[in-house]
DNA sequence: GTTAGCACTCAACGTGTTCGAGTGCTAATT
DNA sequence: AATTAGCACTCGAACACGTTGAGTGCTAAC
């Protein structure tokens, strides 16, 4: 059986009203606002794009729902791409061209956007830091027994921590430590310098060694593996409420369970193709997905970090819109750290 | 009339009952596994106590339900204090007595292990640092364009930001700043140094100056108010669910949207009173708590930091065992840090 | 190939009935 | 005077049943 124009037509009308109403649509429906034919004439072309897969029939004498093949043709083929409002774009700029002083609440931001203007649930993933290169380490003494061990990376992250000592340090041990510390590390990106074994490469003084072994290394491993975590920001999780197929309470429970498991979800966000995904009910592997879209985005900041963003619905799901604005969002995250990150911050 | 032995004993007896059940409780039950008469006799009883209102009537024939006065009673007079069981002590140690590089995050995991020990949702809030003093202030060459803005606080919290320069300054200028700034800003709390003029106490040469003026204060000022930043964490979201009482999804939405918001809640954990309090239902003015019960602690590290935890969770609520929990934990918190913080890293 | 017509299906809704847990009241018992 | 047994009564929950209406599939006419 061949596709023709008018089912074709039809099938996208279905999609139409039911992702606008969330109901099966019917013969009558579709013949009053669309004119494609009687409504006998619909039915029976529904009846040929049932049996093709792209429809089903929740019971006998019910309308037609889409299914995931119908879907995941209207995305691959039928879906035109859609210029955002002024108004979408007026809230994208005023969440994302504000001053921000770290990425991270940036990304933050990009996903509370995106949630308010799909009504979904949203998410963004800060960028992945394993290519992120440390640029410079020192140690500075605070008071006797504490310093702080400081560390920049390429990509303008800083982070450090107050270490405790067990014996105070001369200013001289801390700058042959740091020097030491500088020589070995920097240059190295995150991931490179958490495989060096540490004390092997390590010559210096026997006080400046102990030091660094008892009181320094742990924490100084302990802050790179920090430095190379990714954030999970979630958005927007109030929003599933609003859709029916979210009023019963067992799916809204499972909906939350999934949430919360945020290793895991980070885990898949990263494990996704660059670019714009689009992964429809069943193709997202997960059970508790069975029933979800997922649409997420690739975003660059600087050539070098790399990050996701996107959201979770129901497979109903304005698809058009929601990879706009998604696309739109990457597209403008790197131009607004730029804006910020600049000179010229007092926008 | 008055509160007989009896009749404490049976409202005892009644609220036992509907906290574990959630379901109104009748006078055969009652009979049965207490010794305290006859059904009817305790009929008797429960008709005086609803008089008294204690106890209400969902509908002419079901059983009774306590009443927030019920719960009142029983919070100030009947209540006792639980001994935590090992396990659940177990629980604790292992969550809290681990490595550490931040308060902050010791206090999030207060939040989970408390919402796994009461199956509710638990918040905490990272201390308040209004009386957190400056204790190191220095400004780091990173290259010729960006210098790195370092404070550090009394109570260790290390902040610092990559300030992006407009014009390259010599090493000597930043020297001369720092030096001024640490003159101008240290051994004062965070809160005072928002409030200084900072361009008007600020006299050195004009190069440096305009520098600080355009290029550092803003981030320094940004940089104060984020360390001055209070944050919420909660966790168990999803025990609700289990809860009979949010069955219903409107009960589910609200919930959730109430704990969404954010800002809110924090204002209203700092606004309770110092100590354990415990509100229940209307107590809470907010009329969305208004069938909720809320139980928080107040937390002291190290007698300046002061922070908030506890659990929200149905007024029908293991009052004696959350209570003794919640203690519990902030009677815990403040050891766990100086066990973390202090010397022996290595437990 | 399209459409009108018609029998058929099935969820949703309202109504009526039954069942049982629980109450309140009264009268008998202790 | 306090307790208890007994009984009529209430009301929600569960179930059965009929009705309604949106929708289908099929057939025959256009």
Known sequence: MDLTERKLKILQAVIADFVRTAEPVGSRTISKNYSLGSPATIRNEMSDLEEMG?????????????????????????????????????AIASELYQNVTELDSLI??????????????????????????????????????????????????????VVRLKAPASEDTLRILAKNMTYNYSG??????????????????????????????PS????????????????????????????DIEKARTFFEMIGRKAEITQKLISRGDGIEITIGGENQDADLSDCSVITATYHVDGRLVGKLGVIGPTRMKYDEVTSVVEYLTDNISKAFMLTEGDDDDR
């Open 54 to 90: 792209f429809l089903t029939h929740p019971h006998t004498s019910s309308g037609r729902v889409p299914s995931e093949k119908a879907y995941r043709l209207y995305v691959n083929e039928m879906m035109k791409k859609r210029e955002l409002s002024q108004a979408e774009k007026d």
């Open 108 to 161: 933050e931001r990009a996903a509370h956007v995106l949630s308010e203007i799909t009504s979904l649930t949203a998410f963004a993933l800060s960028p992945g830091k394993e290519q992120d290169t440390l640029r410079y380490i020192n140690l500075l003494p605070v008071d006797d027994y504490s310093v702080v061990l400081m560390l920049v990376s390429d990509s303008g992250k800083v982070s450090n921590t």
């Open 188 to 217: 190295k990106t995150l991931s490179e310098a958490l495989k060096i074994d540490i004390i092997e490469n390590f010559r210096t003084d026997a006080a400046a060694m102990s030091m660094f072994e008892q009181s320094i290394a």
């Open 220 to 247: 100084f491993i302990r802050t790179l593996e920090d430095m190379l975590n990714v954030n999970l920001y979630m958005d927007g999780l109030t929003n599933i409420f609003a859709l029916p197929e979210y009023n």
